[in-house]
């Protein structure tokens, strides 16, 4: 077996929950840890209180929360492997859950503790559930990619319609302080977030893989802008797009590289393309990118020059807050109501794989 303790079954509903079941911020755990099993509330321990800090900080009360767990239960050693097979099992496929860690299956006799938890946010219905942790994320989200998913908006899996935002578990705090100032950040965008239902992505009008007409066309009605942000992105040594944004809601991406051979079927229509490209990057508009040295000097191969450049978003983060990360990812968590682009990517793949 894969624990060494009685399971019983699950509580009922409510059994084990703390907070009002009319909250507009729901905070799922993980498991109980000592504190948790003595009393049946969650988040009550040290790291309990580390969380209410931290709450406090972003400017949200505690005792306005509805918490619970994903398993109202205390793994041995608090270890959430201890719930799991080696292998897939079989049962709840309503649930049609992933592995927790890598060849890690929930035992189906621990697949209750979910139906509960679902149950208890249908009743609650919060505007937003703050998972905290790799399993609560699981649970929720069906991945448990905790740094990929952090700090985005995402609808959940086991309760349509819900808004979900996932973060640290406390206890990854306490082993990890650098950490502390993620996660506080990641309660402030909840906080906002909390005060409507509904999932609100920025809308994006993006141009994506225009004709060369396409391209002057879309100049003609954005390139008076006063600011322009620039990415690339590379393959092999050799640049496979390059995008360009005149605001946060009008961008273009225009491509070179796809599958490993050029994106235009001749010569001059590439020609053409660089040209354009080059015309971009030597207008007036002030330039913004992401960790810039890296775009530029690949242009600067092309003999490409970039006029105007001024502001580097990476830096600029790194010297405000140098305790935290400042990879591109990151920063479109904390500033941005975008979803997490890289597990659209994944899904992504997935559809094409479908097809």
């Not at 990057?281 to 600067?300: C, F, G, H, M, V």
Request: charged share 25%; hydrophobic share 40%; net charge positive.
């Amino acid at each position: 077996m894969s624990t060494d303790f009685h399971y019983l079954g699950p509580l009922p509903a409510f059994a084990a929950t703390s907070g009002p079941r009319k909250a507009k911020i729901a905070l799922v755990a993980e498991a109980w840890g000592d504190q948790e099993q003595k009393t049946r509330i969650p988040l009550i321990g040290t790291t309990g209180q580390e969380l209410n800090r931290m709450l406090a900080e972003a400017g949200i009360n505690r005792n306005e929360c509805f918490a619970t767990n994903v398993f109202a239960l205390r793994p041995t050693d608090n270890k959430i492997d201890k719930l799991c097979l080696d292998k897939k099992g079989v049962g709840g496929k309503e649930y049609k859950l992933p592995p927790t860690n890598m060849g890690k299956y929930i035992e189906p006799r621990f697949f209750p503790e979910i139906a509960r938890l679902k149950e208890e946010l249908e009743a609650v219905r919060p505007n937003l559930v703050i998972a905290l942790g790799a399993i609560s994320t699981w649970a929720l989200l069906q991945s448990p990619k905790i740094g990929s998913t952090r700090g985005s908006i995402a609808e959940s899996i086991l309760l349509p319609g819900q808004k979900v935002l996932a973060t640290y578990h406390p206890s990854a705090v306490y082993r990890n302080w650098a950490l502390r100032p993620i996660v506080v950040a990641d309660l402030m965008k909840a906080k906002r977030e909390a005060e409507f239902p509904d999932i609100r992505y920025p809308q994006v009008l993006a141009l994506v893989r225009p004709s060369i007409p396409e391209m002057y066309a879309w100049w003609k009605e954005h390139g008076n802008a006063t600011h322009l942000a620039f990415d690339i992105e590379t393959t092999k040594g050799q640049i496979r797009n390059i995008g360009f944004a005149t605001s946060r809601s009008h961008a273009i991406n225009i491509p070179f590289i796809v599958q490993d051979r050029s994106y235009w079927p001749t010569l001059c229509g590439e020609l053409a393309a660089w040209q354009f490209v080059q015309m971009v990057l030597e207008s007036p508009a002030i330039k913004i990118a992401q960790n810039a040295l890296y775009d530029i000097q690949y242009l600067w191969r092309m003999g490409l020059r970039i006029r105007n450049y001024r502001e580097d978003t990476m830096l600029q983060h790194h010297a405000i807050y140098p305790e935290m990360q400042k990879g591109l990812g990151f920063l479109g968590s904390i500033y941005t109501s975008h979803p997490s682009w890289k597990l659209l990517r994944g899904k992504a793949e997935e559809l094409k794989r479908d097809d």
